[in-house]
C-alpha cells in the first residue's frame, strides 16, 4: 500500500510562486515515475508533469512548460512541484500520484492518488 500527502497549496497573487510537497509512505517510492495532475473547477483532471524514479527523465504539459520544475528527493520520499510566474488559469486542486511504466502521463497509467492541495491564484 502506498500513501500520498500533498502539502504547500494556498492562495497567491498573480506572477507569484508557490512550492508544492507530496510525500510518500511505502517502499516502491524510489523505484516508480511520480507526477502531478491538476483538476481546475468544473474541468477534467490534467497532467502537469512526471519525473522517472531516478529524476534523470522530466516532462511538462506544455500550459506549465517554462514556468513549472518537478524534482524528487528519494531520501525523503517526497517529490515537489515549483510553481512560478503563476496565473489565475492555474487554479486548481492538485494531486500528485504514482506512475506506472514509462512516461506515463494518462490518469489510466497511475495507481495510487493523494487527496489534493488547493492551489488558488487571485488576478
Known amino acids: 500500500q502506498v500513501q500520498l500527502v500533498e502539502s504547500g497549496g494556498g492562495l497567491v497573487q498573480a506572477g507569484g510562486s508557490l512550492r508544492l510537497s507530496c510525500t510518500a509512505s511505502g517502499r516502491t517510492f524510489g523505484s516508480a515515475t511520480m507526477g502531478w495532475f491538476r483538476q481546475p473547477p468544473g474541468k477534467e483532471r490534467e497532467f502537469v508533469a512526471g519525473?522517472?524514479?531516478?529524476?534523470?527523465?522530466?516532462y511538462y504539459a506544455d500550459s506549465v512548460k517554462g514556468r513549472f520544475t518537478i524534482s524528487r528527493d528519494n531520501a525523503k520520499n517526497t517529490v515537489y512541484l515549483q510553481m512560478n510566474s503563476l496565473n489565475p488559469e492555474d487554479t486548481a486542486v492538485y494531486y500528485c500520484a504514482r506512475g506506472i511504466g514509462a512516461r506515463p502521463i494518462r490518469r489510466s497509467e497511475y495507481d495510487y492518488w493523494g487527496q489534493g492541495a488547493q492551489v488558488t491564484v487571485s488576478s
Open positions: 519525473i522517472s524514479w531516478a529524476g534523470g527523465s522530466k
